[in-house]
């Protein structure tokens, strides 16, 4: 290798599936189902709020764990959502998102050597969270149509060198929202082994038909092994503010302080002041988010629907994963990674090919997800295209 390559260990590392799917949708024009992200906007208090932080000269380095307005503001959420007294000097950390609190997570308290379990489908950013803590991972399926991991599969993969399982409820690119059944059965394999539990919960918010989101910290054994994790992203519309959190007993919260440290210094100072009035707002904010995604999602559904994707409607999070099968033959295409590039190029909508969420093509070759964080006119749009695409194959009407 030479001087100007990689190192060695991102030599697996591909480009985002998901981001190279969103340039598609930017270079052809296409309307961008593929990356999940907002495109109305943000809460008036908080941008109101960020722009006064500025304004104020809150403009320099916070505490490195974070700013102790927020921690305490973080604290007093989970309390309302019937957690213990969290302490903020020693269990909660602020982040650079969810990603970089996983990140930090995986640095600080996975060896070298050893294994995470995932289960699969996931969201693309654990893999290269192993890769870069030099682990290796051993992935539960999810199987369809309801997306349940089978008790004995996950048994299954745990060997002595298993560190931690890596659990996202409301899940993302599923819709899955993990049930009491499911978390207990997780709770008791990681008492049992000893292990560590990492979640990614950005989701917790956003969910349907009266499915509940649970947290595995709460379960008995986990409040010492787990690192829940969240930020502000999704529930208040600011995905690319990049403020998240981690909580964690002290002795985890201290090892993963270390590595945000060095990794991040800090959250960007003003914008965790607007995080303050974030998690302050009242919980008929919360449930108008609801609402609103609820909206959205009866409304891609029927979208997809008319043009003849079938698709099991989410209980969480904003994706939907729809069968591209009968399009994808109808175009004589391969895949669904062909079929995704000529839905973006020539269709003039992009979503992610469902291969990107599993280790091995395969399962995923037959499934596109589609993002509906979108203003309802660009779910329309969108519909309009996928529609008239299924006319021309003659699958609808
Ligand atoms: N979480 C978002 C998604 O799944 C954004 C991910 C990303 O940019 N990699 O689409």
């Given amino acids: 290798m030479s001087a100007r390559d990689g190192a060695d260990r991102i030599a697996g590392f591909t480009e985002s599936v998901i981001r190279e799917m969103t340039r598609l ?16 906007p943000a809460p008036d208090e908080l941008k109101a709020a960020a722009i006064e932080a500025i304004a104020a000269d809150r403009n320099q380095y916070s505490i490195t764990w974070g700013a102790r307005d927020l921690r305490a503001a973080v604290a007093a959420r989970y309390r309302q959502d019937g ?49 870069l803590a030099e682990s290796s991972v051993r992935a539960v399926t999810l199987h369809p149509p309801d997306w349940r991991f089978d008790p004995d599969e996950l048994r299954a993969a745990v060997t002595p060198r298993t560190r931690a399982i890596i659990l996202n409820t409301p899940h993302n690119p599923t819709g899955k929202v ?53 930020a502000l992203s999704k529930t208040y519309s600011v995905t690319g503010w990049r403020v ?42 919360y449930e108008r988010v609801r609402a609103e995604y609820r909206e959205r999602r009866d409304r891609i559904m029927a979208t997809l629907r008319a043009a003849a994707f079938d698709a099991a409607p989410p209980r969480g999070a904003y994706y939907v994963m729809a069968d591209i099968s009968r399009h994808r033959d109808g175009l004589g295409l391969a895949d669904d990674v062909a079929f995704c590039r000529a839905l973006a190029v020539e269709h003039g909508v992009a979503a992610v090919p469902g291969s990107s969420f599993f280790s091995h093509p395969e399962p995923g070759a037959h499934l596109a997800r589609f993002a509906f ?19 021309r194959l003659g699958l609808a009407r």
Wanted: overall charge negative.
């Fill in 83 to 131: 957690w213990p007294e969290l302490d903020p000097e020693s269990e909660i950390t602020i982040t650079c998102g969810s990603t970089e609190a996983m990140a930090s997570a995986f640095l600080a308290l996975v060896d070298r050597g050893s294994e995470v379990i995932l289960f699969e489908p996931l969201y693309e950013n654990y893999g290269p969270d192993a890769i």
């Fill in 25 to 40: 949708a930017d270079t052809h024009g296409a309307v961008n189902l593929a990356q999940g992200f907002p495109d109305f």
């Fill in 244 to 285: 998240g959190w981690a909580i964690a007993a002290p002795p985890l919260t201290d090892a993963l302080r270390k590595v945000h440290d060095f990794l991040s210094v800090a959250a960007p100072t003003p914008l965790q002041a607007a995080g303050v009035v974030a998690l302050g707002l009242p919980e008929s904010f």
């Fill in 373 to 391: 964080a979108k203003r309802l006119d660009t779910i329309d749009a969108a519909g309009e295209r996928l529609l008239t695409l299924g006319r």
């Fill in 178 to 230: 993990f049930d009491a059944e499911e978390l207990a059965t997780i709770a008791r394999l990681c008492v049992e082994h000893d292990l560590l539990a990492f979640t990614d919960e950005i989701y917790e918010r956003i969910t349907y038909d009266g499915a509940s989101h649970r947290f595995l910290a709460l379960q008995p054994g986990m409040g010492q092994r787990t690192v829940t994790i969240s």
